[in-house]
């Protein structure tokens, strides 16, 4: 293995912190049946996790390939990491191309927010957007995160009819992860149009886990968030 790439693993390895390894196996749901089951964790914060990932930035796609296939989550995040920000450098579709292929490593939510605004949503602020809905259908729990967290970028952009039309989609969805991650670009979606989210919420009143709503109306007055949770949206 060329020699950046072991030193990349070196660096992330010098860093590592047993105790905060076990906290964030706790954190991130690591146990038998949840949703991080058999991830591993050596320890590091996001922020070193991060200054060593940009370190590496010239890692060529091979070697950020087999970082993503670790089973060391910090591995993996670093690897996003250095996509990211090779994406912002040379906006290339073979790095859009490559997330898409690799999503199967984009397995906890982190890893999902830390990425696919900033590759697929970028990407697809200026092209179709078909992929997403179909993403948004997958029987992946982190593919349909990444179809919805996305969108993002979109709305940044001052555009939200993709993050209601995918929203809708996932509003049966029966993962917790997923009615955050929705309750959350529907969030931002309201701060570029409140009646637009208002009237989306009543049209989906009954079908929207509770979560998503909480989390969907948390920057409105107090007085309006109570009137909204008790189905009273004028």
Not at 40 to 55: K, S
Request: glycine letters at 4%; aromatic letters at 10%; proline letters at 5%.
């Amino acid at each position: 293995m060329p020699r950046p790439y072991r030193d990349l693993k070196k660096e992330l390895a010098a860093a590592a912190d047993p105790e905060r390894a076990r906290n964030l196996a706790w954190f991130f749901k690591t146990g038998k049946g949840q949703y991080g089951h058999g991830d591993r964790f050596i320890g590091l914060t996001v922020p070193t996790a991060r200054r060593i990932a940009h370190r590496y930035l010239h890692l060529p796609l091979t070697d950020v390939a087999t970082l993503l296939a670790s089973p060391i989550h910090e591995h993996r995040f670093a690897a996003l990491e250095i996509l990211v920000a090779q994406y912002e450098r040379e906006k290339s579709k073979a790095i859009f191309d490559f997330y898409l292929k690799h999503t199967r490593f984009v397995n906890n939510w982190d890893l999902v927010d830390t990425s696919a605004p900033y590759i697929v949503g970028q990407h697809l602020l200026t092209r179709p957007r078909k992929i997403l809905y179909r993403l948004a259908k997958s029987r992946n729990l982190w593919e349909r995160r990444i179809a919805i967290v996305s969108t993002m970028m979109f709305i940044r952009a001052g555009e939200i009819e993709d993050t209601f039309a995918i929203a809708r989609l996932l509003l049966r969805d029966d993962h917790d992860l997923i009615h955050k991650a929705v309750g959350w670009m529907l969030r931002e979606a309201g701060k570029q149009s409140a009646p637009a989210l208002v009237r989306f919420l009543r049209r989906n009143y009954a079908a929207l886990p509770r979560t998503t709503l909480r989390y969907a109306i948390e920057r409105f007055p107090t007085t309006k968030r109570k009137r909204i949770l008790s189905g009273d949206i004028a």
